[in-house]
């Protein structure tokens, strides 16, 4: 027997190597737009033949892209991409990224449905007469059409300028879209590359369908219509409704079991720029790196470019630092905070001690009579995460559970209690997630506590000699305060990509939002969850970003002629940094004052929004010069802006100075920078602006001129602000953080400054 393993062994061993010799991956590949050859007709021809050049095998050609990027994506092995790199040709020969997805009462927290005027010298009608115009693209995991959310009644015929369609599937007829979803779309190709090819799973149909619900959920809270008695189980009940209710929704599925691969992104982007969407809303990322390297990024600077407001969630990593998605200065990046809404639950153990915390549990609930609490009882060293498998049916069979939060998914927590007989749970957040309670709708009682209250829930616990617990739920409360409050969830600067561009840029709407859902999935997202519901309460950035696509909408239907970039100075220096407490916004981490890397120019307020008095805007060729201050190689540049001859023969000398509406000041080996900003007044003629300047007593703050006076619309001012860094201080100082506002009666248009004098990978 030993004698004849030898062979098999080699055998075996040669077919390995050979398949990860031959192992294909996807890539992008970016072409040299300019140098077509006469004899292609179209620039799809050319990519086609010069994939052919090295492959017959026409169904390793997965996209040939149009607008957002010039290329094409394709399965290549190894060999092909290196013949590829070496074509004069070629731009780039890049590997794709995987991305993640970040994941009612907020239109009233927003001010939307005020029936005072939002708009100046116009009617909350006249703004939504003109949003019926006004078409929001969303990348995520398709739609569920049958949603009231997406009813058309009113709605007039959809615009002329529209040129996309609803794509048919096994389970998605096109006669489901109308006037309100007037697109749906699917693009698959990159993750069944990626996953091997077609998939079994049901749910993995190619069709613009959800089976996820985030989809659903977000395309709604950007531009979902009226729905009224709309709640989760009975939680949240009141009328649901989008940000901008009567604008137009194009979906475009992008995301799936595996993630949301790069190619599909790419080709979905390409599609609604195409289709004539004024809005694209991506509640997905991955990490942070070069821009020409960042597929959204590539595509985003084409739909800007092409007058398309492009807002993109920050994503879930807070409250670690640097750990933001979507940096890019043309992207409008967006952090979470709290609403002034709540659902209370309560824990009252054996001691007579009642504490407070979060839950949207729906079920019968266990009584008042106490139940034995357990922590820490199974067979392993992670039970007190109620990992699966961990617990032993023996010590937690009709007890309430003590689960540490971490590791696997909170309502995963819940199950893995119930499949081992416990009867409730309650759920106790780590130092690492700190005060921040998120409900959720678990399929057992279940109360979620912070760590404060988690600490001393363990200590019971571990000491009494019998513990117990009774667990009741509160259902909806109303005007919470302090709110906003930053969520502990949210990504946090610096930008580790550009240290002199602050970001995020602002917080939205993103802890326990309604929503609607797809019909295919309960609201725990669990596969054994048969509860349906049609609409849901989620929580992350991946729901604060729709929020942002909707306000823009808005702001669009208002002023058409208005530039992505002025679009987002708008929602930037019109935003709020304090509370309903007129106290200054806090982080729900742990509590403490919260700053600009984490909100950074605060929460949005639409109806300031609206009626900013002035805007920083910004020119294509300034982000080129931006681009090029970056010292990126001359392909890379084009890889981005997808222009011809770039030889970045104008550039600042610090990206800092592109136009953004925030400062970032980096002093490194520099005492002073300098910064110089142009103004345009989008209000009234004849008006004056005074600047105000805060900022730490370890910096000083110059402007110049102190005082703009504009004279007509649409005229632009300049000014400068000189940033010096005083006498004695420390290189190892901490970030800092200051604002500097141009104001009148009228207007107050604020920037935030955040200031680090060592280079951002140490803090």
Not at 436 to 446: F, I, K, M, R
Not at 728 to 756: A, C, D, L, M, Y
Request: some cysteine; charged content about 20%; aromatic content about 8%.
């Amino acid at each position: 027997m030993g004698s004849m393993a030898s062979p098999v062994l080699l055998l075996c061993l040669l077919l390995l190597l050979t398949f990860m010799v031959t192992a294909k991956k996807t890539y992008i590949v970016q072409m040299k737009h300019q140098d077509k050859p006469e004899s292609f007709q179209t620039h799809n021809d050319w990519y086609t033949a010069s994939f052919h050049s090295l492959s017959s095998d026409s169904s390793s050609l997965l996209y040939s892209y149009t607008s957002a990027f010039h290329g094409f994506a394709a399965s290549l092995d190894d060999e092909q991409v290196e013949s590829f790199r070496k074509s004069e040709s070629v731009l780039g020969v890049y590997e794709e990224s995987v991305y993640t997805l970040h994941t009612t009462h907020s239109p009233q927290f927003l001010g939307l449905d005020s029936q005072f005027g939002l708009w100046e010298g116009h009617s909350t009608q006249d703004l939504e007469q003109a949003s019926r115009d006004v078409i929001i693209g969303v990348l995520d995991t398709g739609v569920w059409p049958e949603s009231k959310s997406y009813d058309d009644t009113e709605m007039p015929a959809i615009p002329k300028k529209w040129r996309g369609k609803c794509e048919s599937g096994s389970d998605f007829s096109p006669k489901l879209c109308n006037k309100k979803l007037i697109g749906a779309r699917s693009f698959s190709k990159g993750f069944r590359t990626a996953t091997g090819g077609s998939s079994k799973n049901p749910k993995e149909i190619e069709s613009p369908r959800d089976r996820d619900g985030h989809g659903t959920h977000t395309s709604s809270t950007a531009a979902g219509s009226h729905v009224a008695n709309a709640s989760l189980l009975g939680y949240a009940s009141g009328t649901a409704r989008g940000m901008a209710n009567f604008a137009r929704v194009a979906t475009y599925k992008v995301c799936w079991s595996a993630g949301c691969f790069g190619s599909d992104i790419l080709a979905g982007m390409d599609r609604a720029i195409l289709d004539g969407v004024d809005v694209l809303s991506l509640s997905l990322g991955g990490g942070s790196g070069p821009y020409y390297r960042d597929t959204i990024a590539v595509g985003a600077f084409t739909a800007i470019e092409k007058g398309v407001f492009v807002s993109c969630s920050a994503g879930n990593g807070g409250p670690n630092k640097a750990s933001l998605a979507n940096v890019a200065p043309w992207i409008m990046t967006v952090g979470a905070g709290t609403m002034d809404r709540d659902f209370p639950a309560y824990a009252t153990l054996g001691n007579k001690v009642r504490y407070t915390g979060v839950s949207l549990y729906s079920g019968k609930g266990l009584g008042n009579k106490p139940v034995a609490l357990v922590y820490k009882k199974g067979s392993n060293d992670t039970s007190d995460l109620c990992l699966p498998g961990s617990l032993d049916p023996a010590m937690v069979r009709g007890k309430v559970v003590l689960c540490d939060r971490g590791i696997n998914a909170r309502v995963e927590k819940g199950q893995v209690v119930r499949d081992a007989g416990g009867v409730g749970m309650i759920l106790a957040n780590s130092a690492a997630s700190g005060e921040e309670l998120v409900a959720d709708s678990h399929l057992l009682p279940a109360v979620a506590v912070g760590n404060k209250v988690g600490d001393k829930i363990r200590k019971y616990v571990q000491t009494d000699r019998k513990p117990t617990a009774v667990l009741a739920f509160g259902g909806t409360v109303l005007n919470v305060r302090p709110s906003p409050v930053v969520a502990a969830f949210s990504s946090r600067g610096p930008n580790m990509v550009t240290p002199q561009i602050l970001k995020p840029d602002v917080i939205g709407p993103g802890v326990n939002i309604l929503a609607a859902w797809s019909d295919d999935v309960g609201p725990s997202g669990l596969e054994n969850d048969t509860r349906k519901t049609k609409f849901n309460i989620m929580s992350g950035t991946s729901m604060s970003c729709p929020h942002i696509s909707g306000l823009a909408a808005l702001l669009k239907a208002a002023h058409p002629n208005w530039s992505p970039s002025a679009i987002k100075s708008a929602l930037m220096t019109t935003a709020y940094t304090q509370d309903n407490t007129n106290s200054p916004l806090r982080d729900a981490a742990d509590g403490s004052l919260s700053n600009p890397w984490a909100h950074g120019a605060g929460h949005v307020d639409p109806q300031k929004a609206l009626s900013p008095g002035l805007v920083y805007d910004i020119s294509t060729a300034e982000y080129i010069a931006f681009l090029c201050s970056l010292d990126y190689p001359a392909e890379h540049v084009q890889a981005i802006v997808k222009h011809p001859n770039i030889t970045c023969s104008t550039k600042f000398k610090d990206p800092g100075q592109l136009n953004y509406p925030s400062f970032s000041v980096l002093f490194g080996n520099n005492k002073v920078v300098r910064y110089t900003r142009t103004l345009t007044n989008v209000g009234s003629a004849q008006c004056t602006y005074n600047v105000t300047v805060t900022g730490p007593s370890t910096v000083g703050i110059t402007v110049k001129p102190t005082q703009l006076v504009f004279r007509s619309v649409g005229e632009r001012k300049r000014y400068t602000v000189t940033f010096v860094a005083k006498k004695g201080t420390s290189p190892s100082t901490k970030p800092e953080f200051g604002s500097i506002v141009w104001g009148n009666t009228q207007h107050q248009v604020r920037s935030p400054v955040s200031f680090s004098w060592t280079q951002l990978l140490e803090f």
